[in-house]
């Protein structure tokens, strides 16, 4: 099926009327990026309703498709008034997650009963991610510690897509000091995939703690090394420049889909990459099967290893023929300069 492109607000208010239940779906998705896109601006974004002349239209129009028949329009449009900033979403959404169900039961575990709790906890997310926080007094402040409490008990949720996205809603909403708790839901939780991404949560505080560091270094050790989590954890020891990291992502040099950012995790290692490092990055800067610009992130970690060698490879990048190579190269050679001047070097 071919994907349809984005559609005006003036389309998707007209669609989320419409009794075909595909083109509801479509609008439910859309109508809130519409509005934004003609506000340029990415969102979420508080009380966007008031900026735009057909907003408070938009958002009663999603408000209302709260109570469509259909599990994923009510899931979209939960969402879209969760990017308008709409505070009203909140109470709505809450009575998704607390019915509480049966994760076993296929009664209340089908598809639409999952996509409902999952587009709660990111509704929930928008709204607390972009409330002012004006006074103790203040409505919208309330609301956001309110969130926030609830986002902090949804970590143990029976529902594992409700922890998997409560665990990255918490730390976009209260950035390093969810450190503790998500560590706290890490030692307890045997979800893979929630494992997973409560790690990918934790690789957004920066900058890590001692005891993240080391709890890191610890999965490291351990069976799920090799796995795509220990990647994760690889990446936020190697934030701290801590040697721990080096052979695990030297490890994902192999791997297309890990190669880039463990690339950006050995340069940030620096003189802290395991020893052989640079024979591997060499051959990778030298690789004509690689990408262009894969190369010159490679030339670039070997630069941070091996100064002279890296630079060399680097000024041979930044003549070439395509112009991307070009354009990274000379980047790659202005980050050598910057992290010299901050003493980095």
Known sequence: MRARRPIHTDAALRDLTSEDETSRQFAAGQLAHAILQDLRETGPLWNAASKHPRGFEATDALLRALEDPHAVVRALAATGLGLLGDARVVPRVRSWLEHPGDPGDPRTSNHGEVL???????????????????????????????????????????????????SLGLV??????????????????????????????????????ERLVARMCELLRGPERQDPIGFEAAMIVASARHHDAGTRLLDALANTHERDRALEGLAALGPMAPEHAHTKLRKLAKNWWVPGVTRVRAAYALARIRPDEGRQALDRMAQSLRPAIREAARDARRGLVTLAKDGHA
């Open 116 to 166: 409902l709790r999952e587009c709660a906890v990111i509704a929930l997310t928008y709204v607390a991610t972009v409330a002012p926080s004006n006074g103790e007094q203040d409505q919208p402040t309330q609301l956001k510690h309110e969130i926030i409490t609830q986002l902090s008990r949804l970590l143990w949720s029976q529902h594992s897509e409700v922890r998997f996205q409560a």
């Open 172 to 209: 976009e909403v209260t950035g390093a000091s969810a450190e503790s708790e998500l560590l706290g839901a890490l030692d307890e939780e045997q979800h893979p995939d929630v494992r997973f991404q409560i790690v990918y949560a934790l690789a957004h505080v920066d900058p890590p703690s």
